[in-house]
């Protein structure tokens, strides 16, 4: 049992429901990323942990004390908003010392607590200059360090690089998740980039469509999605729409094998996915699961090359490190391509593709 | 290129020097053109500020120092008879009065009162409104619009008759039995005390609660008005952030927003005292005789009963420099409030 729990949350914002039947368990100590498209529900489900919203439905339960109709500021649990949102008639110091000057704290003591961490996110020295005076990077360590002044029990965190640089975000991506360990401290991370999730997280939720679609280690994450979408929405795939047949996949006139026989009875839709760093584009060994294709493009991005390919099961894009592709591999060409059984994965075609077909 | 047109730098530029300097001679003669024409306009511009605003103005203060004629009318002069008239009394050093400094301190004291209780008021409405849909806010603030346009002299005459004793809400108070339970919990004591209250009934006219009342009411569209672009403009993240570091809804206001529009706050509170300042029919309608103000003594001098040019101007720059007075104050108070902060 997690920290916090939440149970069968629901919200629904007049007609639209943006959060579905969410059940979570968020573990001591662990980072949480919530990953999903904008819409997808991501930041109210994150809204309503931080008591800004009331469920429509559900409970949320802290060390097993339902606090799901507890306010905000009886909750305090330390949020990062995505525009940071420092007061700016405060200096940087008061700013972080503001939870405990509200809380009661003694004015210096207040302030050697805010020190203290503007020294942990490496702000010392900054305490009295003014908000507006900071860079966006300096601004998001302010915000980190005045929701930690509480030493809340639950660290929240909507988007917090999407106000920073490319370049910058992935300094503080890592800088984040080391302070976190640091810390221990149970943190929630609401982001729409599947890099900063993979970065920072122990754990991805992926939302849509105000569900959670799947909820996992990174790596198991993108190696065994749980439904086309994930596999779609975290790193890249082929997909390829198919129907059942005695135990393999016919795509077209194609027959496709996985490891095991395929567990849908014949004749249902089904479509199956494969990694373009998965895809073999040679002739030898055994020629299961090989078709040929013609080569319309090549993006060449220097430690990886993507292939595209038009072949009879559909457009497909092979990815190639520099050693393992073929000399010379030239737009125009015909050449063979292996789709290797355990890189396939099979799931239930979606309801709107078959419309589509 | 037309010859009347504005200079082009890149011409002087060209190589082929001759032509060149043809069309920069054209340009320098429409150049020479264009800037008598602004010129001129710029004058002009001028000349009607100054004939509109400077010389009436001048002209008020050239007259406070007028000399009044007994039974006549008044006379170009240089005395500061006026002025000690309203700082001391007409009789002065004989006997002092201070009739009008009093006049003055009603006027400021209705003036700061109605003022703060608009803004006071104006604040939270105008908070919330902010956080209703575009929809819901472009109702209101048409609806708050129009209502400024009504007169002054309408909206008076609206609260005469809503607190006037014989028909308003002293009507409906003893109708109602509202009188009566008040005179048995103790109440109607208290409003008596507070002088709003007759042996029989309630009062409202003449009050100072009535004066006070009619005055915010009159300007607290304007309140709303001046406040809703500095409130629309509050990032609620900021609200929502002090609320999960444990801020009660009270102290979010006092901590958060408050602060954050400290200065369009003090800034529409001045600007609504020095318009209540000059506030008449408000004052005549509802005040008491003993508690009238600077603004109405200046109208019976000018045109009622006493017919005293001379000492009715003396009192509007009275009046002028106290607003004054006030602006200038507000300015460093928000000045250092800034450089403090």
């Known amino acids: 049992m997690g920290v916090l729990a939440l149970s069968t949350i629901r919200k629904d914002y007049g007609e639209t429901r943006a959060v579905d039947d969410v059940t979570l368990d968020f573990p001591e100590g662990e980072l949480t990323a919530l990953l999903g498209p904008s819409g997808c529900g991501k930041t109210t489900l994150l809204r309503m942990i931080a008591g800004l919203e009331a469920p429509s439905r559900g409970t949320i339960a802290l060390r097993g004390r339902d606090i799901t109709q507890l306010p905000a500021h009886r909750r305090k649990f330390g949020m990062v908003f995505q525009n940071f949102a420092l007061f700016p008639h405060l200096s940087v110091r008061e700013n972080v010392a503001y939870a405990l000057t509200i809380g009661g704290t003694a004015r210096a003591e207040a302030a050697a607590r805010a020190d203290r961490l503007l020294d942990l996110v490496q702000l010392s020295g900054y305490g009295d200059r003014r908000t507006g005076q900071l860079s966006g990077g300096q601004r998001q360590r302010v915000a980190i360090a005045r929701a930690l002044a509480q030493e809340p029990e639950v660290f929240l965190l909507d988007e917090p690089m999407s106000a920073l640089d490319a370049k910058l975000r992935e300094e503080m991506q890592v800088e984040l998740r080391l302070l976190q360990q640091r810390l221990g401290i149970t943190t929630i991370v609401v982001t729409h980039d599947q890099r900063e999730a993979m970065t920072m997280a122990d754990r991805i939720v992926v939302m849509s469509a105000g569900r959670v679609e799947q909820a996992g280690s990174p790596q198991d994450i993108y190696r065994w999605p749980a439904t086309a979408f994930v596999a779609g929405f975290i790193g890249r795939a082929n997909f390829m729409d198919g129907v059942a047949d005695q135990g393999r996949v016919m795509v077209g006139d194609v027959a496709l094998s996985l490891p095991e026989p395929v567990k849908f009875l014949s004749g249902s839709p089904v479509r199956l996915t494969c990694r373009p760093e998965a895809i073999r584009l040679e002739a030898a060994g055994v020629p299961l699961n090989r078709v040929q294709g013609t080569v319309t493009f090549v993006r060449d991005l220097g430690p990886v090359r993507d292939i595209h390919l038009d072949t009879v099961l559909g457009k497909i894009v092979a990815e190639q490190t520099p050693d393992h592709s073929l000399p010379g591999i030239q737009v125009g060409q015909t050449v063979h391509l292996t789709l290797p059984p355990e890189a396939l994965r099979i799931y239930p075609r979606p309801r709107t593709a078959m419309a589509a077909a | ?341």
Not at chain 2, 178 to 190: E, H, N, P, R, S
Not at chain 2, 284 to 300: G, I, L, N, R
């Open chain 2, 1 to 341: 290129m037309s010859v009347v047109g504005h200079p082009e730098p890149a011409m002087a530029e060209s190589p082929r020097k001759a032509r060149a300097d043809a069309v920069q001679a054209a340009d320098d003669r429409g150049a020479l053109g264009h800037r008598f024409l602004r010129a001129g306009v710029t004058t002009l511009i001028w000349c009607v500020v100054l004939f509109l605003c400077v010389v009436p103005l001048g002209l008020v203060v050239a007259i406070s120092f007028g000399h009044k004629v007994e039974g006549a009318g008044w006379e170009w002069a240089f005395t500061f008879e006026n002025y000690y008239r309203f700082l001391v009394g007409a009789n002065w050093p004989a006997e002092t009065t201070f009739l009008y400094l009093t006049q003055l301190y009603w006027s400021m004291r209705y003036a700061v009162v109605a003022s703060v209780l608009a803004v006071a008021t104006a604040l939270p409405f105008t908070y919330l409104l902010t956080r209703q849909s575009r929809r819901a806010q472009a109702r209101w603030l048409v609806f708050l619009l129009t209502s400024l346009s009504l007169s002054e002299v309408f909206i008076v005459m609206g609260w005469d008759i809503i607190l006037s004793n014989n028909s308003g809400l002293p009507v409906l108070f003893s109708a109602s039995g509202l009188t009566d339970w008040m005179k048995a919990t103790g109440w109607f004591d208290v409003l008596r005390d507070w002088g709003l209250a007759s042996p029989r009934n309630v009062k409202f006219k003449t009050s100072e609660f009535a004066t006070v009342l009619t005055m915010s009411y009159l300007v607290w569209p304007y309140a709303v008005i001046l406040l809703y672009p500095a409130l629309s403009r509050l990032d609620p993240s900021m609200a929502e952030a002090a609320r999960t570091m444990g801020a009660r809804p009270w102290t979010v206001a006092r901590t958060v927003i408050l602060p954050a529009v400290r200065l369009p706050l003090m800034g529409t509170a001045l600007l609504l005292f020095v318009f209540l300042l000059g506030g008449y029919v408000a004052v005549t309608v509802f005040a008491d005789p003993a508690k009238q103000t600077t603004a109405v003594s200046v109208f019976e001098h000018v045109r009622g009963s006493t017919l005293n040019a001379p000492f009715g101007a003396a009192q509007s720059v009275i009046l002028l420099v106290t607003a004054a007075a006030f602006l200038v104050l507000g300015q460093r108070l928000s000045r250092r409030s800034e450089g403090a902060s």
